[in-house]
């Protein structure tokens, strides 16, 4: 079954086997493919996943899918991918354009209440959402199932074919993208599994070859003329008046008429190349020497590059810097995602384009400059583990939306306050014992709180070497209250700053709830995130975006701005749902909201994994649909309706708006709840915040309670 972005004559190669054949196998499977299918394929595709930035019933569907697996007795050994590949990013800059423009003609027709065609046309763009953002989910539900997994130095492909190369005890079979044809494998790629129908699929590379009658090495340069992940098509196979389909088969045609080489190839349409990508041919070079080269962990365990006697001087600019195998274990294990590592082996920084493609002042501002000081101190923790010759390096930031933009991150080793900061923290367990015996480590609110504790917090101060720290639990508060200094919420000498002491506030006023609500996670986690895009100026009432359309249309502009608050706080929240797909209203709006809170919380995970942790915050993103479900109501209730009227709305909009949603009353409480937490942190902050952001706040405080 293809994906969104494969070759189609490939995938009519496909043959058919019975499931039996894999029974009591392991199958190495290529994560980001598999997740794809999901996202693609009818039952499990959500046509309506790009406008709203997130999903409602993938996990049930992987956890089906698993059962499957495990009552057909065949086990699954996923590999997720690393560090991007070099041109990776800028493929991934391409495609998210493209995909910009589509929705933009979706949402077009959504505004023009042609919701049938909306739907039908944000489906046809779901290869707008980045698929590495389901990977924490995924590996916690094989976390659960006790299901190993590997997250490679690069992509999973390379690491795939290397274990079909070896026949690896580890697994009988790989599965994954067209990519893997690209590596030397031995032959057989599975496409698909059937389990309802007992059947998979699968592609033979030495079939496809036989077919196309070329050698392996020109099957090679014509699959990557296609595109792929990292290189981009051909320019003249995108002109559809030299060929009709860009198949690998007029690539192989093209290679042909011109002596079987690329070069030749583009030495022949040097014209369309000068006008679309007269670098291409440079970009297609590093491609097949990092296709020549490719790297991966061995079977005892070792970081390794294929064809190592080959490999050219210049192996940087095709495999990028070379980074410590600790930093690289850590991946391995899922300690550690590959954002920030990708950005010191590529030395550069791409700044991906967002769902909703909208380019708005506060978010260049955010992107721009506002986060830049977090990515400092990202680097600034992960770059005195690294060789002198990396670590004077300068990085290059980039941005989506203006390729005339450039920034560079310069380290300077003898200044780094970041460092100093994080290395004056020490705690002991014992001190952790003593003050607090039922710490609740990693819940954010008891990191936050035992702060107020005077005699604790002067044990955690220290001006000597740190030594091992053996408490994983431990481990896990010790990198919060890092973060927490680094970020401001914590002075010096570790007690709460003005803002550490309102964020308190908040959280205290929100345990109440999150103890009712035991089953909803990440309730603290999206106050510490509130708290963020307070302070970069984000969430209040300003930059309402009338252009976007989904704003509150009922009562005085106070009482549209009061709403337009509360929904804003209750994008940070998640909508329960069950696995169907979503039907209620969209807000571009509120996605180029969530585009601001998802950039801010990206940053404060890459922080907070340079400080090196395993169950930190930030982990999980959200998405719209609560927003927009509260703003919808809310905007449907007058104060002056009667008690009894506001119930028989309240009663009736779950049925009318969310369907699907299973807990809708829990989550609108949730939501008023976090919104009156938020509130009573604000209030304290008499200087840090303007007078007008407060006097929002409180408007917006009182419009909520005549509504509830």
Same mark, same amino acid.
């Given at each position: 079954?293809?994906?969104?972005?494969?070759?189609?004559?490939?995938?009519?190669?496909?043959?058919?086997?019975?499931?039996?054949?894999?029974?009591?196998?392991?199958?190495?499977?290529?994560?980001? $493919?598999?997740?794809?299918?999901?996202?693609?394929?009818?039952?499990?595709?959500?046509?309506?996943?790009?406008?709203?930035?997130?999903?409602?019933?993938?996990?049930?569907?992987?956890?089906?899918?698993?059962?499957?697996?495990?009552?057909?007795?065949?086990?699954?050994?996923?590999?997720? %991918?690393?560090?991007?590949?070099?041109?990776?990013?800028?493929?991934?800059?391409?495609? &998210?354009?493209?995909?910009?423009?589509?929705?933009?003609?979706?949402?077009?027709? $959504?505004?023009?209440?042609?919701?049938?065609?909306?739907?039908?046309?944000?489906?046809?763009?779901?290869?707008?959402?980045?698929?590495?953002? *389901?990977?924490?989910?995924?590996?916690?539900?094989?976390?659960?199932?006790?299901?190993?997994?590997?997250?490679?130095?690069?992509?999973?492909?390379?690491?795939?074919?290397?274990?079909?190369?070896?026949?690896?005890?580890?697994?009988?079979?790989?599965?994954?993208?067209?990519? *893997?044809? *690209?590596?030397?494998?031995?032959?057989?790629?599975?496409?698909?599994?059937?389990?309802?129908?007992?059947?998979?699929?699968?592609?033979?590379?030495?079939?496809?070859?036989?077919?196309?009658?070329?050698?392996? @090495?020109?099957?090679?340069?014509? *699959?990557?003329?296609?595109?792929?992940?990292?290189?981009?098509?051909?320019?003249?196979?995108?002109?559809?008046?030299?060929?009709?389909?860009?198949?690998?088969?007029?690539?192989?045609?093209?290679?042909?008429?011109?002596?079987?080489?690329?070069?030749?190839?583009?030495?022949?349409?040097?014209?369309?190349?000068?006008?679309?990508?007269?670098?291409?041919?440079?970009?297609?070079?590093?491609?097949?020497?990092?296709?020549?080269?490719?790297?991966?962990?061995?079977?005892?365990?070792?970081?390794?590059?294929?064809?190592?006697?080959?490999?050219?001087?210049?192996?940087?600019?095709?495999?990028?810097?070379?980074?410590?195998?600790?930093?690289?274990?850590?991946?391995?294990?899922?300690?550690?995602?590959?954002?920030?590592?990708?950005?010191?082996?590529?030395?550069?920084?791409?700044?991906?384009?967002?769902?909703?493609?909208?380019?708005?002042?506060?978010?260049?501002?955010?992107?721009?400059?506002?986060?830049?000081?977090?990515?400092?101190?990202?680097?600034?923790?992960?770059?005195?583990?690294?060789?002198?010759?990396?670590?004077?390096?300068?990085?290059?930031?980039?941005?989506?939306?203006?390729?005339?933009?450039?920034?560079?991150?310069?380290?300077? @080793?003898?200044? %780094? @306050?970041?460092?100093?900061?994080?290395?004056?923290?020490?705690?002991?367990?014992?001190?952790?014992?003593?003050?607090?015996?039922?710490?609740?480590?990693?819940?954010?609110?008891?990191?936050?709180?035992?702060?107020?504790?005077?005699?604790?917090?002067?044990?955690?101060?220290?001006?000597?070497?740190?030594?091992?720290?053996?408490?994983?639990?431990?481990?896990?508060?010790?990198?919060?209250?890092?973060?927490?200094?680094?970020?401001?919420?914590?002075?010096?000498?570790?007690?709460?700053?003005?803002?550490?002491?309102?964020?308190?506030?908040?959280?205290?006023?929100?345990?109440?709830?999150?103890?009712?609500? @035991?089953?909803?996670?990440?309730?603290?986690?999206?106050?510490?995130?509130?708290?963020?895009?307070?302070?970069?100026?984000?969430?209040?009432?300003?930059?309402?975006?009338?252009?976007?359309? &989904?704003?509150?249309?009922?009562?005085?502009?106070?009482?549209?701005?009061?709403?337009?608050?509360?929904?804003?706080?209750?994008?940070?929240?998640?909508?329960?749902?069950?696995?169907?797909?979503?039907?209620?209203?969209?807000?571009?709006?509120?996605?180029?909201?969530?585009?601001?809170?998802?950039?801010?919380?990206?940053?404060?995970?890459?922080?907070?994994?340079?400080?090196?942790?395993?169950?930190?915050?930030?982990?999980?993103?959200?998405?719209?649909?609560?927003?927009?479900?509260?703003?919808?109501?809310?905007?449907?209730?007058?104060?002056?309706?009667?008690?009894?009227?506001?119930?028989?709305?309240?009663?009736?909009?779950?049925?009318?708006?969310?369907?699907?949603?299973?807990?809708?009353?829990?989550?609108?409480?949730?939501?008023?709840?976090?919104?009156?937490?938020?509130?009573?942190?604000?209030?304290?902050?008499?200087?840090?915040?303007?007078?007008?952001?407060?006097?929002?706040?409180?408007?917006?405080?009182?419009?909520?309670?005549?509504?509830?």
């Amino acid at each position: 079954m293809p994906t969104s972005t494969e070759d189609l004559w490939l995938n009519e190669q496909v043959q058919q086997a019975e499931v039996s054949q894999l029974e009591d196998c392991a199958v190495a499977i290529d994560a980001s $493919y598999y997740l794809q299918l999901f996202l693609d394929h009818v039952p499990y595709h959500e046509p309506l996943l790009p406008a709203l930035g997130g999903l409602t019933g993938i996990q049930t569907h992987i956890e089906s899918d698993l059962d499957s697996w495990a009552t057909n007795r065949t086990t699954p050994f996923f590999i997720f %991918n690393g560090q991007s590949v070099v041109g990776q990013d800028d493929v991934s800059v391409q495609r &998210g354009k493209k995909a910009i423009a589509g929705t933009d003609e979706a949402w077009t027709l $959504y505004f023009q209440s042609q919701a049938t065609e909306a739907v039908a046309a944000f489906g046809s763009h779901r290869g707008a959402y980045p698929v590495h953002h *389901l990977f924490p989910m995924l590996q916690g539900i094989l976390k659960r199932r006790g299901l190993h997994f590997l997250v490679p130095p690069f992509n999973a492909s390379a690491q795939l074919a290397y274990f079909d190369m070896i026949e690896s005890e580890q697994c009988s079979a790989i599965m994954g993208s067209q990519e *893997l044809l *690209l590596y030397p494998i031995r032959d057989y790629v599975i496409r698909y599994v059937d389990w309802d129908n007992g059947k998979f699929t699968a592609i033979s590379k030495k079939g496809v070859i036989k077919n196309l009658a070329v050698a392996e @090495p020109m099957f090679t340069d014509a *699959l990557l003329m296609t595109g792929t992940s990292f290189l981009p098509t051909f320019p003249p196979l995108r002109d559809s008046n030299i060929v009709p389909r860009a198949s690998v088969q007029d690539a192989v045609n093209l290679l042909r008429t011109s002596e079987k080489a690329v070069a030749s190839a583009c030495a022949s349409f040097n014209d369309i190349l000068q006008a679309k990508d007269p670098n291409w041919l440079q970009k297609y070079r590093k491609a097949r020497m990092a296709i020549e080269h490719f790297i991966y962990i061995s079977e005892a365990g070792e970081v390794k590059v294929h064809s190592y006697d080959t490999l050219t001087n210049d192996n940087w600019e095709y495999l990028g810097y070379q980074l410590p195998a600790e930093l690289l274990h850590y991946l391995n294990t899922g300690l550690i995602g590959a954002h920030t590592l990708s950005w010191i082996t590529h030395g550069q920084i791409v700044v991906l384009p967002t769902l909703d493609g909208v380019r708005s002042e506060e978010y260049k501002r955010l992107v721009t400059s506002q986060l830049m000081s977090l990515r400092e101190s990202t680097l600034g923790l992960l770059l005195p583990r690294l060789t002198r010759g990396i670590q004077y390096k300068s990085i290059s930031v980039k941005v989506w939306y203006d390729d005339k933009y450039s920034h560079k991150i310069e380290y300077r @080793p003898n200044d %780094n @306050p970041t460092l100093k900061k994080v290395h004056t923290w020490n705690v002991k367990e014992a001190a952790v014992k003593q003050y607090f015996p039922g710490a609740q480590h990693g819940s954010i609110l008891f990191e936050v709180t035992s702060l107020k504790n005077g005699d604790f917090v002067k044990t955690t101060v220290t001006t000597e070497k740190i030594k091992g720290v053996n408490s994983a639990d431990l481990i896990t508060s010790l990198a919060i209250w890092r973060w927490l200094h680094l970020r401001g919420y914590v002075d010096e000498s570790h007690r709460l700053t003005t803002w550490g002491q309102a964020l308190a506030t908040s959280l205290e006023s929100l345990e109440p709830t999150a103890k009712k609500n @035991p089953g909803v996670g990440g309730l603290f986690e999206a106050v510490l995130l509130a708290f963020e895009l307070l302070r970069f100026g984000i969430l209040n009432t300003r930059n309402q975006h009338s252009e976007l359309g &989904g704003l509150p249309m009922n009562g005085s502009d106070d009482d549209k701005a009061s709403l337009l608050l509360i929904s804003r706080c209750s994008i940070l929240l998640k909508l329960r749902h069950q696995a169907n797909g979503y039907t209620g209203p969209l807000s571009k709006n509120f996605l180029s909201f969530r585009s601001l809170s998802s950039s801010t919380r990206e940053a404060g995970r890459d922080l907070i994994e340079a400080i090196i942790a395993s169950i930190l915050p930030f982990l999980t993103d959200t998405d719209v649909a609560l927003g927009i479900a509260v703003k919808t109501l809310l905007d449907d209730i007058d104060p002056n309706d009667s008690a009894e009227l506001k119930a028989t709305k309240k009663a009736g909009f779950p049925g009318k708006f969310v369907p699907f949603a299973t807990h809708f009353f829990e989550d609108l409480d949730i939501a008023c709840d976090f919104f009156g937490a938020l509130h009573s942190g604000v209030k304290t902050l008499e200087k840090e915040i303007s007078a007008a952001d407060r006097d929002a706040w409180d408007k917006a405080a009182v419009y909520l309670k005549l509504r509830r």
